[in-house]
């Protein structure tokens, strides 16, 4: 088997120590000394595209730029890498949201990817004008769903649900390809929507056991409805020569944290309803009590799986950090287990883009987990010189 890479891009800025964001965090609250420009992002994605990636997540939430005007932006910087585009059912209509990406299909065929956030903080949700509850928001999310569904499909759409009505819904020029719909949620009623909606299921970084089970609920709840869905998991990584020079950068950005940023960090994080920023949280929930989040190496929660990240970061908040060959071991035991996809992102995204690219991704290929995006092979011969020797 092999897998996808995909890399995330930091709209709300960038650093080389951990920008907060993500859940839990208010508007104009994250970004780094880096300033996320599309010059930046266009850096960023163009390193991910030479070395193989599918596709670079864009983030949605009042804390980061919008994810939508970003990607058509970003579009014409590359030829081939696709945008993985966070959105929220509910805060625009599902007609508009499958003519936004009809369009986005039509012009950049194939290079659209959509990842369906239903929010997990209900104050981010008031600020944006919904005040439906967690519960709620996934009913809406499944009505939602099953319109751009089936205006994808070229159908004409009369829909009245309990949260989404629609009269004679129709797209000019459906898309073709329709775009893959990736899909997270930890939480007993995310179950059925991403069973019945989602092409890719997302997890956050857990250990590879909480990993397997999310993935065999998800298979159960897919089971039901006769479909199958493959599996992306979110995660940081530190890559470096060797497996020292990596725990040393982790410790250098946890080094750069003090008591007080933590503190508010988590005070911001334990407001989410999230299920799973829950369980990021209690990751490292001892270290916090007992006083040892400081040492990186208290942090290891899983062999190279490190929860510092998630100390004032919302959202994805652990990392594989290792050798190239330790970060290759873990992605292959995550393979193993039914990992599909894997998103990465490091600080600063750029640089850690190239220590993985060029440390991580030539093992994957070697250990042919990995094959997009391979250099081709030279020509047998020299132009203007002959038969090579």
């Avoid at 009245?160 to 775009?179: M, R, S, T």
Wanted: aromatic fraction near 10%.
């Amino acid at each position: 088997m092999t897998v996808k890479l995909h890399w995330f891009l930091p709209t709300y800025g960038d650093s080389r120590n951990i920008v907060g964001g993500g859940h839990g965090t208010p508007a104009g609250a994250a970004g780094g000394d880096r300033e996320a420009s599309i010059d930046y992002l266009a850096s960023i994605v163009r390193a991910a595209e030479q070395f193989g990636f599918t596709g670079a997540l864009i983030p949605t939430g009042a804390w980061c730029e919008d994810a939508f005007i970003t990607a058509a932006l970003l579009a014409r910087e590359t030829s081939s890498l696709a945008f993985l585009v966070a959105f929220r059912p509910g805060l625009v209509s599902p007609t508009l949201s499958a003519q936004m990406a009809a369009t986005f299909a039509k012009h950049a065929p194939g290079r659209i990817l959509l990842n369906v956030v239903v929010g997990g903080e209900a104050h981010e949700q008031r600020a944006f004008g919904d005040h439906l509850d967690k519960d709620a928001r996934y009913q809406r999310c499944d009505e939602f769903l099953e319109v751009v569904r089936r205006l994808w499909a070229g159908e004409t759409v009369t829909y009245k649900g309990e949260y989404i009505d629609v009269e004679e819904a129709n797209l000019a020029a459906p898309p073709n390809p329709v775009p893959p719909l990736y899909f997270g949620g930890s939480s007993q009623a995310a179950g059925p929507v991403a069973a019945r909606h989602s092409d890719v299921y997302l997890t956050w970084g857990e250990p590879p056991a909480a990993v397997t089970q999310k993935i065999q609920w998800i298979r159960q709840e897919a089971e039901k409805y006769g479909r199958t869905v493959r599996f992306g998991i979110r995660l940081h990584t530190i890559s470096r020569d060797d497996s020292a020079a990596a725990w040393e950068q982790a410790d250098r950005l946890v080094a750069a944290l003090d008591e007080e940023t933590v503190r508010k960090a988590q005070e911001g994080l334990a407001r989410s309803q999230s299920e799973g920023q829950r369980r990021m949280l209690a990751l490292h929930e001892a270290n916090r009590a007992n006083g040892t989040w400081s040492d990186a190496r208290a942090l290891e929660i899983a062999p190279n799986l490190w929860s510092g990240v998630g100390l004032v970061r919302g959202g994805a908040g652990t990392a594989l950090v290792g050798s190239h060959t330790e970060v290759a071991d873990r992605i292959a035991e995550y393979a193993d287990i039914g990992i599909d996809e894997f998103i990465f992102s490091g600080y600063p995204h750029l640089e850690e883009l190239f220590w993985f690219g060029e440390g991580v991704v030539p093992i994957l290929r070697e250990r042919g987990l990995f094959n997009a995006g391979a250099p081709e092979e030279p020509s047998v011969s020299i132009p203007f010189v002959g038969a090579s020797r």
